[in-house]
């Protein structure tokens, strides 16, 4: 899983399925461990590869639109980059390369990438935990009412709303 993870967020993939499929395969606390690590060491290769590679590319699509953030990196790397990890200002993939702009130490870029991951993706990984639950528990597909009433199923999401909630004030603040 972890090579395989690595491959997909250096060709541009995006951390939900990766969750996903490990809260179903190996429950939601190792599942959430797996995928976090890997997306984390997936995304660093990416941020090394546009930082020495793509830079200039970068820089020319994307510093006016970002150009705010240039400040904010500055004064705190680590800090913002786990902010900036949590509320998901854009896609994963354009996360991963998007701080090549600022010149993040790399150290600050993985590990604010590790702890930004966290929320996001053990919510999900028990959302696939709680699917691997369910179907565990059924002989045959359950209807939507059931997996929606499913603890397993409505905690995660529950869980998906409160981040939401924080991610929609992180956001104005940031």
């Known amino acids: ?27 939601k606390w ?7 690590v890997s997306l984390s060491i997936g995304a660093s290769i990416l941020y ?6 793509l830079k200039n ?20 790397e680590l800090l913002v980059m786990i902010i900036f990890r949590i509320i998901g200002i854009v896609p994963f993939f354009i996360a991963n390369i998007l701080p090549a702009l600022f010149n993040i130490k790399l150290r600050n870029y993985f590990f604010g990438t590790l702890i930004g991951l966290i929320p ?15 179907f565990s528990l059924n002989e045959q597909m359950p209807t939507l009412i059931e997996i929606i009433k499913f603890p397993e199923i409505y905690f995660p999401l529950i869980g998906f709303f409160f981040l939401f909630i924080i991610v929609f004030f992180l956001k104005k603040k940031f």
């Open 1 to 27: 899983l972890i090579f395989s993870t690595i491959i997909w967020v250096i060709l541009l993939g995006f951390g939900t399925p990766v969750a996903l499929i490990s809260g179903f395969i190996f429950g």
């Open 120 to 134: 996001s993706v053990f919510i999900i990984a028990s959302l696939g935990n709680g699917f691997d639950s369910l």
């Open 30 to 36: 190792y599942g959430t461990f797996l995928a976090v």
């Open 57 to 76: 590319l970068i820089k020319e699509i994307f510093f006016e639109k970002f150009k705010y953030l240039e400040k904010k990196f500055k004064n705190r």
């Open 48 to 53: 090394i590869i546009g930082v020495y590679f």
